[in-house]
């Protein structure tokens, strides 16, 4: 069993930064990837970025790419996503997720625990 807890959201203004955190708790011995995911109102989730458990194998939305920086501490059980230059269009509920085994790193469906989300809100 896993527990995921992310942290870091609030209201920035457009071009401002955040960085979410999302720490693992539990058996994470069969960990693959570790992703975050957003989902606004009135859309469906999407993927946004996605980090390997083992090494440092990254995986970007192009809508976010040049813009957010996933990146994972030396515990390995904790990750996070500077997020720059931010856009109103980015404004969302921001979940992580964690695979249990092998799956697609874009793929909403392929990770078994999810967090709670954190609600970032960017203002124009």
């Known amino acids: 069993q896993v527990q995921l807890v992310e942290s870091g959201g609030g209201v920035v203004q457009a071009g401002g930064s955040l960085r979410l955190s999302c720490a693992a708790s539990?058996?994470?011995?069969?960990?693959?990837?570790m992703g975050w995911f957003r989902q606004a109102p009135g859309k469906e989730r999407e993927f946004v970025s996605a980090?390997?458990?083992?090494?440092?194998?990254?995986y970007y939305a192009d809508s976010v790419k040049g813009r957010f920086t996933i990146s994972r501490d030396n515990a390995k059980n904790t990750v996070h996503l500077q997020m720059n230059s931010l856009r109103t269009e980015d404004t969302a509920v921001y979940y992580c997720?964690?695979?249990?085994?092998?799956?697609?790193?874009?793929?909403?469906?392929?990770?078994?625990?999810w967090g709670q989300g954190t609600q970032v809100t960017v203002s124009s």
């Open positions: 539990g058996s994470t011995a069969t960990s693959f990837n």
């Open positions: 980090i390997n458990w083992w090494i440092d194998e990254t």
């Open positions: 997720a964690l695979q249990s085994g092998i799956g697609d790193s874009r793929s909403a469906g392929s990770y078994r625990y």
